[in-house]
């Protein structure tokens, strides 16, 4: 099986995306950072980008409410 690493690119340098994980639909999707429960200042504006009327993931995919843990902040 081959292993897929995927990074987003910050005007800080490469942040890795270490899990995504579907939310239950009555909580707000959050950006935490290195997998513990410490919210990033960007979370409103990743919830806005998934969940609808504006959000194209919820759009695509049916689902509102995601959890992204990533190796180092965004700001």
Known sequence: MSKTAVFIATTE????????????????????????AMVLPISPDYDTFVRRPTGVIEACYGHNAYRMDISDPIG
């Open 13 to 36: 340098g490469p942040t890795r995306l270490q899990r995504l994980t579907a939310e239950a639909p009555d909580v707000r999707s959050v950006i935490c950072l290195g997998g513990r």
